[in-house]
């Protein structure tokens, strides 16, 4: 029978995160005050090696897992990731490959990236606007760069492309309209991200969050769209249509129209954690036990206990908490197990 949680969600994604590192320093998600020189990221002892990654997914595609997407911090720092893509792309019952990515150092892994099996591939990029983005990255990055990872991955045959924006009121919710236009003459999928509380670090207020209904009807008003059905059962994104047939968007209303009643996700930490919500408190250690010598069947036991018991569904309870309940949440961060 089919692993289900206590709100009988299936278990259908894992999203792997492969380092806490980022070249990057979106105040959003790795404020530069606290990440800075000092800051202590994982040494590389404890970060699970690739053979570790493929044995654990492995046992999660048995539970379950169709669909697997690599991310971090940026996916890209850790070394030789193709090699891990490669890995991946040979277990049985995976549907679906991909990666989220700054994009920054795409040029120069495409090529072996797709060699390597990797399906399909996210990038990031909240504005066209080069100021408002090195102020979004923490001076990390022009748009430049971006475009032209961007680029590579379109001559290597990734596309569409997913889009990801997040959007924050006062900082680059002016020039979505832009974003919009640009990507919808390449093809690509936009997809706009309410800002979310995720962690501890970013200071999140909900005044700064620009609802995906606002969102839409700023696109729409500029070149009008139409709802579309999603996908596939989970799908996070609600999905638009632009009228004159040219191409999509989707809007990931994660603060303000949760969809928690069909969140399938499961997140793996660089250092061999499962966590079951985006906003977790705690994971569960597959490294440590795998480590000390565990069979498969043991492990197996531990990830259908975690799944098992999994009662999770922050952002429907969101509202419901005062600020300072929700600040005295010490949530897990979203460098750490890569959204
Ligand atoms: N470094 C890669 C990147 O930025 O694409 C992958 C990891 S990043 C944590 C994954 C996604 O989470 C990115 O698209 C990023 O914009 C999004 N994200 C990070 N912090 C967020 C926040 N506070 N609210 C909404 N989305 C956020
Ligand atoms: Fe790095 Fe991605 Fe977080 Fe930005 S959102 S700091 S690029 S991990
Ligand atoms: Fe899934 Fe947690 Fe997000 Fe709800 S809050 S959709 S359970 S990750």
């Not at 066209?128 to 045959?157: H, P, T, Y």
Request: charge should be neutral; include cysteine; glycine fraction near 10%.
């Amino acid at each position: 029978m089919d692993l289900t949680d206590q709100f009988s969600r299936p278990l259908r994604d894992l999203r792997i995160s492969v380092t806490d590192r980022c070249n990057f320093r979106c105040p959003y998600c790795m404020p530069a005050d606290i990440f800075g020189e000092r800051y202590q990221f994982l040494p590389k002892p404890q970060l699970l090696s690739f053979e570790e990654i493929t044995r654990l997914t492995r046992i999660i595609v048995r539970l379950g897992a169709v669909k697997l997407r690599l991310t971090g911090g940026e996916p890209l720092l850790r070394q030789d990731i193709e090699r891990l893509v490669s890995m991946l792309d040979g277990i049985d019952g995976v549907d679906d490959l991909a990666m989220t990515t700054n994009a920054y150092l795409l040029p120069q892994k495409i090529d072996a990236l797709k060699a390597a099996g990797l399906q399909r591939l996210t990038v990031s990029l909240d504005t066209l606007d080069d100021d408002i983005f090195r102020q979004m990255n923490g001076g990390r990055s022009g748009v430049k760069k971006v475009l032209e990872g961007i680029a590579a991955a379109e001559a290597a045959g990734f596309t569409p492309l997913k889009i990801n924006c997040v959007v924050q009121r006062g900082v680059n919710d002016h020039t979505l309209v832009d974003l919009a236009r640009f990507f919808k003459e390449r093809g690509h999928i936009l997809r706009f991200i309410e800002y979310m509380d995720v962690g501890n670090k970013n200071g999140w207020k909900m005044e700064q969050v620009v609802s995906g209904r606002e969102i839409v009807e700023r696109v729409d008003a500029a070149m009008p769209l139409e709802a579309i059905a999603s996908n596939y059962f989970g799908e996070v994104a609600r999905r638009y249509r632009y009228a004159d047939g040219g191409g999509e968007i989707g809007v990931i209303c994660s603060v303000t129209q949760p969809f928690c009643g069909s969140c399938t996700r499961m997140r793996l930490s660089p250092e061999g954690q499962i966590f079951t919500c985006l906003f977790a408190i705690e994971g569960a250690s597959l490294r440590d036990p795998l480590r000390a010598g565990a069979n498969d069947g043991e492990l197996e036991d531990i990830i259908r206990g975690t799944w098992g018991d999994r009662i999770d569904r922050y952002s429907e309870i969101r509202s419901s908490l005062t600020e300072d309940a929700r600040d005295r949440r010490k949530k897990v961060e979203m460098y750490h197990i890569g959204g």
